[in-house]
C-alpha cells in the first residue's frame, strides 16, 4: 500500500517547483563567480582550516580583508546552494512522479556534498597544513572541485528543463526535429567543451594564465609556437589549442541545427546564444592575457566558460527529446506490443 506522504505525486507542471528550481540555478552562477573570483585572486587559503573559518562560522575581519572576503563568501554561497539542492531534492521526491527525475534530483544533492568535501579537502591538503614542499595533492583536489562545478551546473540545467512548462505540458512533443548526427554532435561538442575546460581548470590552478603572455602569438618574435617548453607553457599552450578544436566543433553542431529549418524555434535559438557566448569566451579570453590576468577578466572567463557548456548542454538535452525526422524514424515491430514512442527516446 503506497504511503499517504507520496499520494500527491504528480507528473504535471509544478509551476513553484520550476521557479524554484531557476533560483537554485542562479545561486549556483553566483557560486561559480566567487569561486572563480578566490581563484583568481589566489585566496583559497585565507584560512587554514575547514568547514570553519578561523574557527568560526563568522570570523574577525572577513568583511575589510579581501582574501578573506571572497573565500568565505564562496564557502557561504557554497552551503547556501547546499541547503537549495537539499530543498529541491525533498521537493521532487515528495511531489515528482518521474522516477528518472527524482533519481537526477538525488544525483545533484550527492554531488554537492562531494563538492563541498573537495573544497575542505583543498583545504586540508593543501601544502601550508601538511607542511610540505610540493602541492599536487591540494591541486588535484581544486582541479576537481572546479570540474565537478561544471558538471553540477549541467545537473541543475537539466532539472529546470523537466520541471518547466515546456518540457511538460508538450507532453515530449517539442516542436522540430533533428537527427542522429547532429545528436551524437551535441555529445561530441559537450564532451570537448568539458576537457576544454578541465584544461582550463589546470591552467588557472597552476597558475598559468600568464605563461604565454603574448596573444594571439605565442613568443614575442611573432611566432605561432613557445620558444621554450615547460609544464605552465604547454598546458597554457594546450588550452589555445582546445579552444581552436572546441570552436569548431561548437560551429559545426550549431550549423547543423540553424540550417535545418525543421529543428525548431527553441533549438535555432539556443544555437544563436551558443554562438554569442563563444564570441565573449573568445573575446575574455584574449583579454585575461591582454590584461595581464585582470582577476575579473579571468574570473568572467571562467564563469563564461560554465555558461557556454551549460547551453550546449541545453541544446544537446533538448536535440534528444525532439522526435527524428520522418525519414529516420524506424519502422514498427508488428510482432512485438509497443513500449514507447520511437521519436522520442528521453521518457522523462
Not at 582546445?242 to 561548437?250: M, S
Not at 572567463?301 to 533538448?318: E, K
Request: proline share 5%; hydrophobic share 50%.
Amino acid at each position: 500500500m503506497e504511503s499517504p506522504f507520496f499520494q500527491h505525486r504528480t507528473t504535471g507542471y509544478k509551476p513553484l517547483l520550476a521557479w524554484f528550481c531557476l533560483f537554485a540555478l542562479l545561486w549556483t552562477i553566483f557560486l561559480l563567480f566567487a569561486g572563480g573570483f578566490t581563484t583568481s585572486i589566489q585566496a583559497g587559503m585565507a584560512f587554514l582550516d575547514w568547514p570553519l573559518s578561523n574557527g568560526s562560522i563568522n570570523p574577525d575581519g572577513w568583511l575589510t580583508d579581501r582574501d578573506m572576503r571572497a573565500e568565505h563568501s564562496h564557502r557561504i554561497l557554497g552551503t547556501k546552494v547546499g541547503i537549495l539542492t537539499a530543498a529541491l531534492f525533498l521537493w521532487f521526491f515528495i511531489r515528482e512522479e518521474r522516477k528518472p527525475v527524482r533519481r537526477l534530483a538525488g544525483i545533484a544533492l550527492g554531488m554537492v556534498i562531494v563538492q563541498g568535501l573537495l573544497g575542505g579537502a583543498r583545504v586540508r591538503f593543501d601544502q601550508l597544513n601538511l607542511l610540505t614542499e610540493g602541492n599536487a595533492l591540494a591541486q588535484g583536489f581544486a582541479i576537481a572541485h572546479a570540474c565537478l562545478a561544471q558538471i553540477f551546473l549541467c545537473v541543475l540545467v537539466t532539472l529546470a528543463i523537466c520541471a518547466s512548462r515546456m518540457w511538460i505540458e508538450q507532453n515530449g512533443r517539442l516542436r522540430g526535429a533533428v537527427d542522429k548526427k547532429t545528436r551524437m554532435l551535441g555529445i561530441a561538442t559537450c564532451t570537448a567543451l568539458f576537457f576544454q575546460l578541465l584544461i582550463g581548470a589546470i591552467v588557472r590552478h597552476n597558475h598559468a594564465g600568464l605563461a604565454i603572455p603574448y596573444f594571439p602569438k605565442s613568443n614575442p618574435d611573432c611566432g605561432w609556437l613557445p620558444m621554450i617548453w615547460t609544464f605552465p607553457i604547454s598546458i597554457h599552450f594546450a588550452h589555445r589549442i582546445g579552444a581552436l578544436v572546441v570552436t569548431a566543433v561548437l560551429l559545426a553542431f550549431v550549423w547543423r541545427i540553424l540550417r535545418s529549418d525543421k529543428s525548431g524555434k527553441i533549438a535555432q535559438a539556443g544555437g544563436l546564444a551558443i554562438v554569442a557566448l563563444l564570441a565573449i569566451q573568445i573575446f575574455l579570453g584574449a583579454l585575461t592575457v591582454l590584461t595581464l590576468k585582470n582577476e575579473y577578466a579571468a574570473t568572467l572567463h571562467m564563469l563564461f566558460g560554465a555558461f557556454l557548456l551549460g547551453t550546449t548542454w541545453f541544446v544537446t538535452f533538448l536535440c534528444f527529446r525532439l522526435p527524428l525526422p520522418s525519414a529516420e524514424v524506424p519502422e514498427p515491430q508488428t510482432d512485438q506490443p509497443e513500449t514507447g514512442d520511437a521519436t522520442d527516446p528521453v521518457h522523462v
